[in-house]
């Protein structure tokens, strides 16, 4: 990785969310809790939902170069994935402490568990895969919350 090109490098440093992939656990946690601090930052609606489709956007188009600099399927440095995940979980998220902890809590479960499709998801090639199975997480999350704000 020494000899990477200014792109290759941009690639590996949005991947990592600037060098936060390279902790040896809970990678994909500490994306999570980074898209929950942006969250709490961004307070018009708009400009966070502009940011999450730019995020996902970046993701899809990125992860599959990551891949091939790391050299490895679904790197776990590749956190930018779980971040526009989490992204998209908030996405009509009330600014309320209570719904923010619930929306981390569902993605980290469906995450974590892979229900299906997100098991059948994270076997694709490529971006569609590594990105596929958490924005997947992001929207069950986002639907899961949204139905529990029809009953409270």
């Known amino acids: 990785m020494d000899k990477l090109t200014y792109k290759d490098k941009l690639c590996v440093h949005l991947c990592t969310l600037f060098g936060l992939g390279y902790t040896p656990l809970l990678g994909g946690t500490l994306a999570?809790?980074?898209?929950?601090?942006?969250?709490?930052?961004?307070?018009?609606?708009?400009?966070?939902l502009v940011f999450t489709a730019v995020s996902i956007a970046l993701s899809l188009l990125l992860t599959a170069r990551a891949e091939e600099i790391f050299r490895e399927k679904d790197c776990k440095k590749i956190i930018i994935d779980d971040?526009?995940?989490?992204?998209?979980?908030?996405?009509f998220t009330p600014y309320d402490i209570r719904y923010v902890v619930c929306a981390f809590i569902l993605f980290r479960i469906f995450d974590a568990f892979k229900i299906p499709p997100i098991d059948r998801i994270e076997r694709l090639n490529g971006a569609a895969g590594v990105v596929g199975d958490d924005l997947m997480a992001g929207?069950?999350?986002?639907?899961?919350?949204?139905?529990?704000?029809?009953?409270v």
């Open 32 to 48: 999570s809790i980074v898209a929950v601090v942006v969250f709490l930052l961004v307070k018009v609606r708009i400009y966070f």
């Open 83 to 91: 971040f526009s995940g989490m992204l998209l979980a908030l996405s």
């Open 139 to 151: 929207f069950y999350s986002l639907l899961a919350l949204q139905i529990v704000r029809l009953f």
